[in-house]
């Protein structure tokens, strides 16, 4: 599976959006991105993920390069309870050759949102 | 109440006394993993399990060991806890590789 790049940090203001950056230059044709959270010591928790078109949830925006070597995660209205780790991960879809089952999380970006 | 559990939350022990942490799953996911999360390192992955009878390492499994008898569970070992092992411990599961991961809630474990 494919490693990403992530900034270590970012600052948010309330109510304005948080646009996470990932690099993810060396991912392959059948790679997703995926997005998880992680508040305090608590459990990851999903987010969002796509393959290569845009997508939105209730939660966030994803959006994905055309030749897929980066995306960036979008909360619209970032509040304080979306301060968090932001991990950024490739995994292979399905269950071909080509799919170790390894998952390389990396550090994330710790997003802290400011009133 | 679709859920991963492990057990126990905390657990503190003595280095060379031998521990097993529980995981369990109540979703019928092929796919199982534990993680370790240290200050500064982020989430490493120490073994996964594709499916029952299918296990591999992931990048830190020295001092580990696991278990997949059957489909719900994933039990870790330490057969010999030592201090570096300290550390807060993660188990997930999904569906296969294009289905979110679920995660537990965490065992903190302290190794003396």
């Known amino acids: 599976d494919a490693k990403t790049t992530q900034p270590p940090s970012m600052d948010c203001a309330e109510g304005r959006a948080a646009n996470l950056p990932c690099n993810h230059s060396?991912?392959?044709?059948?790679?997703?991105v995926y997005w998880y959270r992680q508040i305090h010591s608590q459990g990851p928790q999903y987010i969002i993920h796509?393959?290569?078109?845009?997508e939105t949830n209730e939660m966030a925006s994803l959006i994905i390069t055309e030749d897929r070597k980066s995306s960036t995660l979008i909360l619209p209205h970032a509040t304080l309870r979306d301060t968090a780790v932001y991990y950024c991960?490739?995994?292979?879809?399905?269950w071909g050759s080509g799919n170790t089952g390894k998952l390389i999380f990396g550090q994330g970006t710790t997003l802290q949102v400011k009133p | 109440e679709a859920q991963v559990t492990q057990n126990p939350r905390y657990l503190i022990t003595v280095t060379g006394k031998k521990l097993t942490v529980t995981c369990s799953q109540n979703?019928?996911?092929?796919?199982m993993s534990w993680y370790r999360q240290d200050p500064g390192l982020g989430l490493r992955q120490i073994y996964y399990?594709?499916?029952?009878?299918?296990?591999d390492k992931g990048d830190v499994p020295e001092g580990y060991k696991v278990s997949r008898k059957e489909k719900r569970n994933f039990p870790l070992i330490l057969e010999s806890p030592s201090p570096n092992q300290t550390s807060l411990y993660f188990c997930?599961?999904?569906?296969?590789?294009?289905?979110?991961?679920?995660f537990g809630n965490g065992t903190r474990l302290t190794v003396t």
């Open positions: 997930a599961s999904s569906f296969g590789g294009r289905s979110p991961l679920h």
């Open positions: 979703m019928n996911h092929e796919y």
């Open positions: 399990s594709m499916n029952v009878e299918v296990t």
């Open positions: 060396t991912i392959s044709g059948n790679e997703y």
């Open positions: 796509g393959l290569k078109n845009n």
């Open positions: 991960i490739v995994r292979v879809g399905g």
